[in-house]
C-alpha cells in the first residue's frame, strides 16, 4: 500500500497503476453526480443537510428508510430502518463488525472469522485489534477452458469448530473476480444459521449495486446474514459511504461504534444519492451503466492478456464473473510472485503479488500463494495493454533464465 500511496502521488507519465482498487471515472455516472450536486445546492437547505450537520451515528433517518424500503420493495425482505446503519466506508464496516465478533473475548477466549475461499479480500487481513482473526479453507480449484479457471468452496472441509464467530465471503471477491453461485450462497447460510452465528456478504462491487457482477447470482438476505455495501465502485469512493443491513443489535452496536469512533459518519454520500434510492433509479444506472462499462473493460483486458502471453507458457486467468481485477495464476512460476512484483515495479507497472491474499491459511508451502498476481483493469485500456505486455515479457523472462540455469547446470 506504501508502494502504491508513493506512486499516484509522484508517478509519472509511463507509470502503469494496475494494482489499486481505484475505480473508473464513468463519463454518465460523473454527470448523474453532477446534477445532483447541483440540485443540491438549488434546493433550499440541501447544502446544509450535507455539509454543516451532524447526522445521527447510524446514519440520516430518510436515507436509512430509503435503503430499507429499496430491498424491501425490490425483494421482499422484511427489514425497516433499523436493520440498516451507515459507515465511513465499507472498510470501516468491517473493523467494526470483525472487532465486535471476533478476537478476545471478556473470558480470555478467542474467536475468529471463518473465510470458507481464499483468495479473499486483502482490507480484512490487519483489521484484528487483538492480533490475526481468520481462518480460512483451501479452495477447490478447476480448469474451466483453455486458460481459465475457478475456485470454488470445498464444502467437505469446511468445519465450524466453536471458536467461529461468523463466516464471511465477498462476492464478488476481491482479488479474483469469483461470485459465489447461489448454492453456496445458500449453503453457506446454512452453515450458518445451524451453528448460530452470522454469515457476512461483502457486496461492494456486488448486486444490486453497483452491479459489477457479470455471472447470475441473486441478492441474498435472511435474519442471520449481515450484508455490507458501498457508494465507492458506483463511482463516490471520496464520499467514504459504507451501507449495512443486519439484526437490528448487529445495527444497534455499530452505530454505537460509530459515536465513540467519530461521533458521526460522512453526509454528503448520503445526501447526493437518497433521491436515486428511493426512486430505484440506483438500480437502473447499476444495470444499464456501470455494469455494462465494466463488462466491455474486461473484455477487452482478457483479449489482451490472450494476445499478451499466448500459448508459450502455463498460464490461467480465474473466470471473470465480475469485480475490477483479473487474477492470473502462473503454475511452477520460477519466481515468487513478490519477486515477480519487484521486476514489474522497476519497469512502472503496479500489481499486487498473490499471497497477501491468503491469509487465514496455515499451508505456507502451497506453492499456489506464490504463483499468482492481481491485475485492476480499471485504467484505461492502453495502459492496461501495455501492462500486460510488460508483465507476460517478464513473466516468460523469468521462465527463459530458469531453463537456462538448469541447462547450465
Known sequence: MDDLGHAMASGGPDLKMLGGGQPARIPAMNAVWRRRLEEMMAEMGGMERALTTYDPPRGNPLFLQSIATLFRETFGWEIGPEHVAVTSGGQTAFYFLFNLLAGTMPDGSRRRILLPLVPEYIGYSNQGVS???????????????????????????????????????????????????????????????????????????????????????????????????????????????????????????????????????????????????????????????????????????????????????????????????????????????????????????????????FFGHDDESWPHRHECIRVSYAMDEAVVRDGLRIIAEEVKAAWAEASSGLANA
Not at 245 to 254: D, K, N, Q, T, Y
Open 131 to 357: 492480533g490475526d482473526l481468520f481462518h480460512a479453507v483451501t479452495p477447490l480449484i478447476g480448469k474451466t477452458g483453455p486458460h481459465e479457471f475457478k475456485y470454488r468452496v470445498d464444502f467437505d472441509r469446511l468445519e465450524v469448530t466453536p471458536d467461529i464467530a461468523a463466516i464471511c465471503a465477498s462476492r464478488p471477491t476481491n482479488p479474483t473476480g469469483n461470485v459465489l453461485t447461489d448454492d453456496e450462497v445458500s449453503r453457506l447460510s446454512h452453515i450458518a444459521r445451524q451453528n448460530h452465528i452470522p454469515l457476512i456478504i461483502d457486496n461492494a462491487y456486488g448486486a444490486p449495486f453497483p452491479g459489477i457482477i457479470f455471472a447470475d447470482a441473486k441478492p441474498f438476505w435472511e435474519p442471520h446474514v449481515i450484508l455490507t455495501f458501498s457508494l465507492s465502485k458506483i463511482g463516490l469512493p471520496g464520499t467514504r459511504t459504507g451501507i449495512v443491513i443486519g439484526p437490528p443489535e448487529i445495527i444497534r452496536a455499530l452505530g454505537s461504534m460509530s459515536a465513540i469512533v467519530g461521533l458521526s459518519n460522512p453526509n454528503i454520500g448520503q445526501q447526493i444519492t437518497q433521491p436515486l434510492i428511493r426512486s430505484g433509479e440506483i438500480l437502473r444506472l447499476s444495470r444499464e451503466v456501470v455494469r455494462p462499462f465494466y463488462e466491455e473493460k474486461c473484455r477487452l483486458a482478457r483479449e489482451a492478456a490472450m494476445e499478451a502471453f499466448g500459448d508459450d507458457i502455463d498460464w490461467y486467468m480465474h473466470r471473470s464473473e465480475g469485480a475490477l481485477f483479473l487474477w492470473f495464476w502462473f503454475p511452477g512460476l520460477p519466481i515468487r510472485s513478490k519477486e515477480l512484483y519487484d521486476r514489474l515495479k522497476k519497469r512502472q507497472v503496479l500489481v499486487i503479488p498473490g499471497h497477501y491474499f
